[in-house]
């Protein structure tokens, strides 16, 4: 640049060169505006918490800076006013949109022991929320804090960038002094120094980067490593873990044995129901839910004795009801009769579990609970199929339910009865084999793999570890939006692809149009100045019309 603008000094291009210089600022003018404006909307995207709130003292509300919570405080929010802290509700019922932290548009209803997040905004209602995490621990604050790191990282494409860039300096001057120069006098020589092939580049993939960290990041997913969605872009295998990412949290009742001719399904499932009434683990949601669907009316417990990991003993009607497992019944004395020990083994086999059901000391029945496949699981396998990707599935499980989940997803390659530590080698043998892997999985013995993988990927709401080690993080505990971020990856190599050639062909136009067509100053600085701004709108292009859309909607 130096030595152009001095060119032009030498060759009077006085007031032009003043013109082309203060274009040519204005427009890394305004790159620096657009990078500012993406980092600003990434840092904040999931900061905007209020600097006061009411917290609960002594019975009375007192107005309190967001800073100075604690844990373990109580704070008033109400209808119209944002969640300012991660905690659980105590008091009172809610709706909330939680859009801006989990994408999902249907607000969701929220009562005590339900937790809630910072950055989400209350709808409706007025509730008493316990503390557990404010300030800079929120969810919302790491993830604002990630995704400013994340900006702040040099993609692979970028350092490429930089590096062609820096590359071509010296043939370009080369063919300016060495070859213009002498040829066709010292005016071409200036004309041809001004090519800046591979110059505007830099700052094109990063202003790309930036942009698609938005747009990622508006439907709820967390890059956390820009580099991971060059990488994606390369994955032909992806690999699941079965436990938690294919199969739902909570399971389902698939069938109901009666041990007792004189009682029915219905009878065993509500004594279960009734037992299992207001317990937050998920074979006690598994049963309740059946129980809802199937419209019983549960009958009221006299009183309830919980035994952690077990089961659980209440009494109906003056009739004592045991629920849960056989170490449970065997610690109660309840006999298991031969039957459903056959049924036990039979469960075993295939990975089931067996939740029993006593009445006044004698066994009535059993619940066999099967994993329940996530509700998107489906469609989103088939539609990774139809993109002509390798899939796998890894579990820790059984064999039997292991091939019949695979078989129900027309997926042939699978790994059963799998150890943690052995995950991560299993990835390992395939990318010896050179595939490129992307493993999918939400639990701690998954966070080896995600590590071992080229690319790892997490649902929100999965453990810490695992989230912590996946480059991606779907923020609406959903595989749903894994095609999305396929899509997204696409778009983006497309983008960076397209603006490498609009950034590139001006340059090569100029140098051949010096020594082929006598290009001049003007027309070597027209060149320039194009390059530039038609790679400034292919990198803006992706968010003009996401934004162009959401207006539409």
Not at 126 to 138: S, W
Not at 339 to 355: I, R
Not at 428 to 451: K, T, Y
Not at 457 to 483: E, F, Y
Request: glycine share 8%.
């Amino acid at each position: 640049s130096s030595l152009y603008f001095t060119g032009l000094w030498a060759t009077g291009y006085f007031a032009f060169s003043g013109i082309a210089l203060g274009i040519q600022y204005l427009g890394v003018k305004i790159i620096y505006l657009m990078e500012r404006s993406s980092r600003q909307e990434l840092s904040a995207i999931f900061e905007q918490q209020p600097r006061l709130v009411w917290r609960v003292v002594d019975g009375l509300e007192v107005r309190t800076a967001t800073e100075d919570l604690m844990p373990g405080d109580i704070v008033v929010v109400r209808a119209g006013e944002p969640v300012p802290v991660d905690g659980e509700i105590t008091a009172g019922m809610a709706c909330i949109d939680q859009r801006a932290l989990t994408g999902e548009a249907q607000p969701v209803e929220k009562e005590v022991t339900d937790a809630v997040f910072a950055a989400t905004l209350m709808l409706t209602g007025r509730v008493l929320i316990r503390v557990d995490k404010a300030g800079a621990e929120t969810t919302a604050a790491r993830i604002g804090q990630i995704l400013t790191e994340t900006a702040a990282h040099q993609t692979r494409l970028e350092s490429r960038s930089m590096e062609f860039a820096h590359k071509s300096t010296l043939p370009n001057l080369l063919i300016a002094t060495g070859i213009a120069w002498p040829v066709l006098g010292f005016t071409s020589a200036v004309a041809a120094l001004n090519s800046g092939i591979g110059y505007h580049m830099r700052n094109v993939s990063l202003l790309s980067s930036l942009n698609y960290l938005r747009l990622a990041s508006q439907q709820a997913i967390l890059v956390k490593d820009g580099r991971a969605l060059e990488r994606l872009h390369e994955v032909d295998t992806f690999v699941f873990d079965k436990t938690g990412t294919l199969t739902s949290e909570i399971p389902q009742v698939a069938r109901i044995h009666c041990m007792d001719d004189a009682l029915s399904e219905e009878d065993i499932l509500g004594y279960a129901a009734a037992a299992e009434y207001r317990q937050p683990h998920p074979i006690a949601k598994a049963i309740l839910a059946l129980a809802e669907e199937r419209g019983l009316t549960l009958p009221g417990i006299d009183e309830a004795c919980y035994q952690v990991g077990h089961g659980i003993r209440v009494t109906i009607d003056e009739q004592v009801v045991h629920v849960g497992s056989e170490r449970f019944m065997q610690q109660s004395e309840i006999d298991i009769p031969e039957t459903l020990q056959q049924h036990k083994q039979v469960c075993q086999q295939k990975g089931y579990s067996l939740v029993l059901v006593a009445r006044d000391q004698h066994l009535v029945g059993a619940l066999e609970l099967h994993a329940a496949l996530r509700p998107e699981a489906a469609a989103v396998i088939a539609a990774l199929q139809q993109r002509g990707l390798h899939l796998a599935i890894i579990s820790g499980d059984q064999e039997e339910p292991t091939r019949a989940l695979a078989g129900s997803l027309g997926i042939s390659t699978y790994f059963a009865q799998t150890l943690p530590e052995n995950k991560a080698a299993i990835i390992q043998q395939l990318q010896g084999e050179g595939r490129v892997v992307c493993f999918i999985g939400d639990g701690i013995n998954d966070a080896i793999a995600l590590q071992q993988a080229d690319v790892g990927i997490s649902l929100q709401g999965a453990t810490t570890i695992a989230t912590d080690m996946a480059q991606i993080v779907l923020m609406d505990q959903s595989l749903a939006k894994l095609n999305h971020v396929l899509d997204l990856a696409l778009q983006f190599d497309r983008t960076i692809h397209q603006a490498f050639w609009v950034t590139m062909i001006p340059g090569v136009i100029c140098i051949s149009g010096v020594f082929l067509l006598h290009f001049g100053i003007v027309a070597s600085e027209i060149l320039f100045q194009l390059g530039f701004f038609s790679g400034v709108g292919i990198a803006m292009k992706p968010l003009l019309e996401a934004q162009k859309n959401r207006q539409k909607v």
